[in-house]
């Protein structure tokens, strides 16, 4: 069994920092991509960054420059640090990776429950 926890969210003002943490844990193979997304109510889930295996990062655009994604493969967490927080940010912030639980086998997409960020104005 796959799990995905998130850890690090809460209540921050503008302009403030946080640091999300995802640990992957199971019987796990490989994981390619990691990534975070964040979501409000009423409103699709969105990419805000993610890193593959070999470190190559993508961002949103509407977070480039301050939000800095990395992973540690060894111990299969994924990490989002946010600075220069808006109010704009404040969403359920979740973590996924694609991962295969054996060697050449398909690649599985799993996801966190979330945590919330929340950012006051």
């Known amino acids: 069994q796959v799990q995905l926890v998130e850890y690090g969210g809460g209540l921050v003002q503008t302009g403030g920092s946080l640091r999300l943490s995802c640990a992957a844990s199971?019987?796990?193979?490989?994981?390619?991509?990691m990534g975070w997304y964040r979501q409000v109510p009423g409103d699709q889930r969105e990419l805000v960054a993610r890193?593959?295996?070999?470190?190559?990062?993508n961002y949103a655009d509407s977070v480039k420059g301050r939000f800095t994604i990395s992973r540690d493969n060894a111990n299969n967490t994924v990490y989002l640090e946010m600075n220069s927080l808006k109010p704009e940010d404040t969403a359920v912030y979740y973590c996924?990776?694609?991962?295969?639980?054996?060697?050449?086998?398909?690649?599985?997409?799993?996801w966190g429950r979330g945590t919330q960020v929340t950012v006051s104005s």
């Open positions: 199971g019987s796990i193979f490989s994981i390619n991509i």
């Open positions: 890193i593959s295996l070999g470190g190559s990062t």
């Open positions: 996924n990776a694609d991962l295969t639980l054996t060697s050449g086998g398909p690649t599985f997409r799993y």
